[in-house]
């Protein structure tokens, strides 16, 4: 099937047509025929990372807005201000020819001139939580027309960090309008299922599932690298560095502080011939936007990341993840993480630094995701060697013991293993806590860290 046979609007063809994009992705060809029924179910969507989710619910609000009418019909949210410039170039690139009003609303820069844009008539509303509540509460909004609201990275949105949000929005300043919900996310945890029957109204949930028994892309090859103290971290890692020689990469760390740290020393290390830049959530807005705008014109070749960067960002030329840190969060977060790299069938690497007493995590992961991830060694020369999976190590999915740094925990919370019914018992466990997610949140899921 290509997007020429597909009942939607001529404009919309061209735009794709223009964008180079002919072929539907599984994903796409699942959800878009469901949405342009003009029916009243709800869509709960997972599919793999840099899959095309994002036209998948684009194009179907899209094609169902109207254009005559000059008020906010679809709302999109997202967690990130990145994310939602991203998501808004996309819908843009999508309305060239159809041309609704589009309006970016998020946090950090000027309100008035988002409160503006929704007066001249805005159609499609992409934004943040938080800045759109605001937004609301000022009277600058309308929801009374709203058709569509789309969560993308669903599950991060449904979690303690954005919950209360999400709810005031669905509940209260939609209440009388119940749109038609639109949750799409690479990792669904269970609760996320419970919690998007909550919000449907009595209304059917379609579930629609296309990375059932693999969650991760398989053109990403997976590492871990073992070190074996934490304070020989940072020299392997350089050693690291200069063997792959990364074309783009992107390094994730734990914390902000340690992000500008890494940074510094990365910059002054000799023999690395790369150029160094950081993105988190301690930089003003405008230096977010200079940061990511020039990683993505290839003029930063490695960019040191917290979790503001973990999810959703599109940058097909990055070659290469490093998990400096193996995030806190949950192995959610990993996936998402890895998924920066291999978009679209890209060829990528992943390769995660851990400790003697984080290797718990990586096992956690591999259950998760049930796959394995191999060990690269270097060798004396400075090689580096991949460890095929010995039997022992590869029963992720199997262990109901020992289990679970991720988890753990009384907690009704971080059952990780989501709608992927049989795998990964690493949330049941009752046993001591979780460096996923921390036993003392009350939260149902594990909460990233705050961006
Ligand atoms: N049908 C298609 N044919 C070719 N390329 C496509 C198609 N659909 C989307 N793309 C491209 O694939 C890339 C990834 O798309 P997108 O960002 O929507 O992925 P995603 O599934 O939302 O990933 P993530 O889970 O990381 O958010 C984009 O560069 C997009 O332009
Ligand atoms: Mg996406």
Same mark, same amino acid.
């Given at each position: 099937?290509?997007?020429?046979?597909?009942?939607?609007?001529?404009?919309?063809?061209?735009?794709?047509?223009? $964008?180079?994009?002919?072929?539907?992705?599984?994903?796409?060809?699942?959800?878009?025929?469901?949405?342009?029924?003009?029916?009243?179910? &709800?869509?709960?969507?997972?599919?793999?990372?840099?899959? =095309? %989710?994002?036209?998948?619910?684009?194009?179907?609000?899209?094609?169902?807005?109207?254009?005559?009418?000059?008020? +906010?019909?679809? !709302?999109?949210?997202?967690?990130?201000?990145?994310?939602? %410039?991203?998501?808004?170039?996309? !819908?843009?690139?999508?309305?060239?020819?159809?041309?609704?009003?589009?309006?970016? !609303?998020?946090?950090?820069?000027?309100?008035?001139?988002?409160?503006?844009?929704?007066?001249?008539?805005?159609?499609?509303?992409?934004?943040?939580?938080?800045?759109? #509540?605001?937004?609301?509460?000022?009277?600058?909004?309308?929801?009374?027309? +709203?058709?569509?609201?789309?969560?993308? @990275?669903?599950?991060? $949105?449904?979690? $303690?960090?954005?919950?209360?949000?999400?709810?005031?929005?669905?509940?209260?300043?939609?209440? =009388?309008?119940?749109?038609?919900?639109?949750?799409?996310?690479?990792?669904?945890?269970?609760?996320?299922? /419970?919690?998007?029957?909550?919000?449907?109204?009595?209304?059917?949930?379609?579930?629609?599932?296309?990375?059932?028994?693999?969650?991760?892309?398989?053109?990403?090859?997976?590492?871990?690298?073992?070190?074996?103290?934490?304070?020989?971290?940072?020299?392997?890692?350089?050693?690291?560095?200069?063997?792959?020689?990364?074309?783009?990469?992107?390094?994730?760390?734990?914390?902000?502080?340690?992000?500008? /740290?890494?940074?510094?020393?990365?910059?002054?290390?000799?023999?690395?011939? #790369?150029?160094?830049?950081?993105? *988190?959530?301690? %930089?003003?807005?405008?230096?977010? @936007?200079?940061?990511?705008?020039?990683?993505?014109?290839?003029?930063?070749?490695?960019?040191?990341?917290?979790?503001?960067?973990?999810?959703?960002?599109?940058?097909? *030329?990055?070659? &290469?993840?490093?998990?400096?840190?193996?995030?806190? @969060? =949950?192995?959610?977060?990993?996936? *998402?993480?890895? =998924?920066?790299?291999?978009?679209?069938?890209?060829?990528?690497?992943?390769?995660?630094?851990?400790?003697?007493?984080? #290797?718990? #995590?990586?096992?956690?992961?591999?259950?998760? $995701?049930?796959?394995?991830?191999?060990?690269?060694?270097?060798?004396?020369?400075?090689?580096?060697?991949?460890?095929?999976?010995?039997?022992?190590?590869?029963?992720?999915?199997?262990?109901?013991?020992?289990?679970?740094?991720?988890?753990?925990?009384?907690?009704?919370?971080?059952?990780?293993?989501?709608?992927?019914?049989?795998?990964?018992?690493?949330?049941?466990?009752?046993?001591?806590?979780?460096?996923?997610?921390?036993?003392?949140?009350?939260?149902?899921?594990? +909460?990233?860290?705050?961006?």
């Amino acid at each position: 099937m290509k997007f020429q046979d597909l009942d939607i609007n001529s404009n919309i063809k061209r735009a794709l047509d223009d $964008m180079g994009i002919d072929t539907p992705t599984k994903i796409q060809s699942r959800a878009i025929p469901k949405l342009l029924d003009g029916g009243r179910t &709800h869509v709960l969507a997972q599919a793999k990372t840099g899959t =095309g %989710k994002t036209l998948a619910f684009s194009i179907p609000i899209t094609n169902q807005i109207s254009p005559k009418q000059k008020t +906010v019909q679809a !709302v999109v949210l997202v967690p990130t201000r990145e994310l939602c %410039k991203q998501v808004y170039s996309v !819908v843009t690139k999508l309305n060239k020819y159809r041309k609704l009003k589009t309006v970016e !609303v998020y946090g950090g820069v000027s309100i008035d001139r988002q409160r503006k844009e929704i007066r001249n008539g805005a159609q499609i509303v992409i934004a943040t939580p938080g800045r759109l #509540m605001d937004l609301y509460r000022r009277k600058a909004i309308s929801f009374r027309d +709203v058709r569509f609201v789309v969560l993308d @990275e669903a599950d991060r $949105m449904l979690d $303690m960090g954005f919950l209360p949000d999400i709810k005031y929005i669905l509940f209260d300043a939609m209440k =009388g309008v119940s749109p038609r919900l639109l949750l799409f996310s690479a990792t669904m945890l269970k609760q996320i299922t /419970k919690i998007a029957r909550q919000f449907s109204n009595g209304e059917r949930l379609v579930e629609l599932n296309v990375s059932k028994d693999d969650i991760t892309v398989a053109s990403c090859k997976q590492y871990y690298y073992k070190i074996r103290e934490a304070g020989q971290k940072y020299a392997s890692f350089v050693t690291l560095l200069k063997m792959e020689q990364p074309k783009s990469s992107i390094i994730f760390v734990n914390t902000r502080r340690w992000g500008d /740290k890494l940074k510094k020393r990365l910059i002054q290390e000799k023999g690395l011939n #790369m150029r160094f830049s950081s993105l *988190h959530g301690d %930089k003003t807005q405008n230096q977010r @936007e200079r940061v990511l705008s020039e990683f993505r014109k290839e003029n930063i070749d490695c960019l040191i990341a917290t979790n503001v960067a973990a999810r959703g960002l599109d940058i097909p *030329h990055v070659t &290469h993840i490093f998990n400096f840190d193996i995030p806190r @969060e =949950g192995p959610e977060i990993y996936v *998402h993480r890895i =998924g920066r790299t291999s978009r679209m069938e890209n060829e990528g690497k992943a390769i995660s630094l851990v400790t003697d007493d984080q #290797m718990k #995590m990586i096992r956690e992961i591999e259950k998760f $995701m049930q796959k394995p991830i191999q060990r690269l060694y270097f060798s004396e020369n400075q090689q580096i060697t991949i460890q095929a999976k010995s039997k022992k190590s590869s029963n992720y999915g199997e262990s109901k013991k020992k289990s679970s740094n991720y988890s753990g925990s009384k907690r009704k919370s971080s059952n990780y293993s989501g709608s992927r019914k049989k795998s990964s018992n690493y949330g049941g466990s009752k046993k001591k806590s979780s460096n996923y997610g921390g036993s003392k949140k009350k939260s149902p899921i594990a +909460v990233p860290a705050s961006d």
